[in-house]
């Protein structure tokens, strides 16, 4: 499965959590570590590398927080 292909189908699993699972980032790597658990196929080479891809396609879909 290409690389974009995974992102979509993570995406779609992060965005079916419900919002007060999808709040922070303590969130995304919780499940991050979690799908890499259930999905072993998802891990190349370096664990650390796929833990650290899977978060940064999560990060820019966490809502913005409001200063103040």
């Given at each position: 499965?290409?690389?974009?292909?995974e992102?979509?189908?993570v995406l779609e699993q992060w965005l079916q959590l419900p919002e007060s699972r999808r709040r922070d980032a303590t969130d995304v790597v919780v499940f991050a570590y979690r799908l890499l658990q259930?999905?072993?196929e998802l891990v190349g080479e370096n664990r650390q590398s796929?833990?650290?891809?899977?978060?940064n396609w999560l990060l820019p879909h966490l809502p913005k927080l409001e200063a103040g």
């Open positions: 499965m290409t690389q974009l292909a992102k979509k189908r259930e999905r072993p796929s833990l650290d891809t899977i978060v």
